[in-house]
């Protein structure tokens, strides 16, 4: 297993239908793919996770690189991954506040990460936990 964080910029402030839209064919496709992972929106901000193979989620995300719906994708982190933090969601989705997209991004600096030093695979466990906190489990569109 493996997985890939990212955050971007979308091209113009995103309404439901055109997050739905977007949710729709990536759950449909990561079905396909073996992708699991959570994707949340604030005002203009993606950040997203990728999980399983390390083929899938490379070539996943070579094709999200190429969506003109956003740009300014930056990698945060990819890494091998023991387990699936996401399993049951081909793409969990949720709108949070921009504060908490600042917050989230904060916590999952690169340069920081080490600090998390015995846990395993942190970036995600930052996600998975902020996602729990936040009561997002059930946010779908
Ligand atoms: C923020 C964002 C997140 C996306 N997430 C995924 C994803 O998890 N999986 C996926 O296959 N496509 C995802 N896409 C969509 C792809 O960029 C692309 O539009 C889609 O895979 C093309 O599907 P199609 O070839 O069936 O038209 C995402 C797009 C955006 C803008």
Same mark, same amino acid.
């Given at each position: ?14 309404n439901p239908?055109e997050?739905?839209? #977007?949710?729709?064919?990536? /759950?449909? =496709? *990561? &079905? ?6 959570? $994707? ?23 094709? #999200?690189?190429?969506?003109? /719906?956003? =740009? *300014? &994708? ?6 091998? $991954? ?60």
């Amino acid at each position: 297993m493996y997985y890939l964080i990212y955050i971007s910029t979308a091209v113009k402030l995103m309404n439901p239908e055109e997050l739905t839209e #977007i949710l729709t064919s990536s /759950r449909k =496709k *990561n &079905l396909e793919n073996n992708i699991t992972g959570m $994707l949340l929106y604030a005002e203009g901000t993606f950040i997203q996770v990728l999980e399983g193979s390390e083929h899938d989620v490379l070539s996943t995300y070579r094709t #999200i690189t190429m969506d003109l /719906r956003h =740009k *300014n &994708l930056i990698k945060l982190v990819s890494a091998p $991954l023991a387990k699936r933090a996401f399993p049951e969601w081909s793409m969990g989705f949720a709108v949070i506040a921009p504060l908490k997209m600042a917050e989230l991004q904060g916590y999952i600096n690169p340069d920081d990460i080490f600090f998390e030093d015995s846990a395993s695979d942190p970036a995600i466990n930052i996600m998975k936990t902020f996602v729990e906190n936040n009561n997002l489990t059930s946010s779908f569109l």
